[in-house]
């Protein structure tokens, strides 16, 4: 899971001694098995970086039944890639330094690599790459497309009919509103789950413990869910994986609760933005709600910026309401001005808004325009941004 960036996070990882939680060393062979390959696969830790948490890992070219000891593995060689825009460079990357409960050390050799990554992952997937490789290696050059891999919407999802017992991954954005009890139903061999909303809201979420060969599940601005319906390690022992980002802070209590022990167990655990109630209803139609918490946007500043985006969307909705023609243009204009000019000295001297918030700026204008039926009025549309664009020092 990438990109979670948040200071109001509960870094339940980072509770834990400076040391892997499950104890790994430099020099072991880790062995797991991948669903791609069918068999199980290989690699090698090279290196530790304790102020990131992270481990390095080298592929190795073999894969095979599940091995007993590195004997098994007969003459290791590190995997080199040299498919898709890969140069014929090692596969060798840092992961978080928990190690995943259906990994095993099978036991420990000479490092076959002396020079630590440059690169950075999250997640373990061991095999993936040597899947690819080997599948380009026999001349194989299309695209590879997963059949047992589904991404879609959330009305995409909703449109679906028939259970699919083969689909092991699924991942669903934009979701509006999802009844986990028909996503079990009809996906019942799950081992990945990934569900992003819009403020969506996601029902009877209990429902996900009868997944019982999860491994791992990603759920970010979604809500309905309380404390009951958190998933329990009893019901998904093969749980692995597990992070939550802007659900309900009941929710996400429990969640803690109920996984913080297993972490030693080889359970990456994170949760950021737990949401009280009173905020879902203030940011239902906040598009700058991602900003709360963001790293480099203070609680100050954001509500600094809340506040000049509220006052603009007053002021839009009065310029529709009460003026038209050639004034509604000039009040527009001098409202893409003040906006501009406001967030210029929200800026300030140490400035925050970045290509990411500069975009999501000129989303929020654009939304605006939508709130009032302005879609219909181009000259107006243009009229707020290019009066923002033409005053805007970020």
């Known amino acids: 899971m990438v990109g979670l960036r948040c200071s109001s996070i509960w870094r339940v990882n980072r509770l834990t001694p400076d040391a892997p939680p499950r104890p790994i060393a430099v020099g072991d062979v880790v062995v797991a098995f991948n669903d791609l390959l069918g068999e199980w696969t290989a690699a090698q830790v090279t290196h530790f970086h304790e102020e990131w948490k992270s481990v390095a890992l080298l592929e190795l070219t073999w894969s095979g039944p599940e091995p007993a000891g590195i004997d098994d593995l007969g003459v290791v060689e590190a ?8 140069g014929g460079g ?7 330094w928990i190690l995943p ?35 380009w290696d026999s001349g194989n050059r ?30 669903v954005a934009g979701i ?3 009844d986990c009890k028909q996503l079990v139903e009809s996906y019942p061999d799950l081992t990945e789950l990934i569900l992003t909303g819009n403020l969506g809201i996601l029902a009877n979420a209990g429902s996900l413990n009868r ?67 009173e905020w879902v209803a203030e940011n239902l139609n906040n598009p700058l709600r991602d900003w709360d918490g963001r790293e480099r946007i203070s609680a100050l500043r954001y ?43 929200l800026d300030g001297r140490d400035p925050f808004i970045e290509t990411v918030e500069r975009d999501e700026l000129f989303a929020a204008l654009n939304h605006l325009i939508t709130e009032v039926g302005g879609m219909d009025d181009p000259a107006a549309r243009d009229a707020l941004l290019a009066s923002a664009e033409a005053n805007r020092d970020w």
Not at 126 to 133: E, M
Not at 249 to 264: F, P
Not at 265 to 275: C, D, F, M, T, W
Not at 313 to 331: E, I, P
């Open 303 to 345: 509500k600094k910026a809340l506040a000049l985006y509220r006052t603009t969307r007053r002021a839009v909705q009065d310029a529709f309401a009460n003026a038209s023609g050639d004034a509604r243009l000039a009040r527009l204009t001098e409202i893409g001005r003040g906006f501009s000019e406001g967030f210029n000295k």
């Open 79 to 86: 995997l080199k890639l040299s498919h898709q825009s890969w």
């Open 101 to 135: 409960r259906s990994h095993k050390i099978i036991g420990t050799m000479p490092v076959l690599q002396a020079k630590p990554p440059s690169s950075y992952s999250a997640g373990w997937r061991i095999g993936d790459q040597l899947f690819y490789q080997r599948r």
């Open 176 to 178: 509006d509103e999802l």
């Open 211 to 277: 997944l019982t060969r999860l491994k791992s599940l990603i759920i970010s601005d979604l809500f309905g869910m309380d404390g009951p319906d958190c998933l329990l390690p009893k019901h998904v022992p093969a749980l692995e994986n597990l992070w939550l980002s802007s659900v309900p802070r009941d929710y996400a209590s429990a969640t803690r609760t109920a996984w913080r022990g297993e972490i030693v167990h080889g359970v990456s655990l994170e949760i950021q933005a737990p949401r009280k109630p």
């Open 142 to 171: 299309d695209e590879f497309i997963d059949p047992a891999e589904l991404s879609c919407t959330g009305a995409e999802l909703n449109a679906l009919s028939g259970p699919r017992q083969d689909l092991r991954i699924l991942r």
């Open 90 to 96: 090692l596969s060798h990357c840092f992961f978080e």
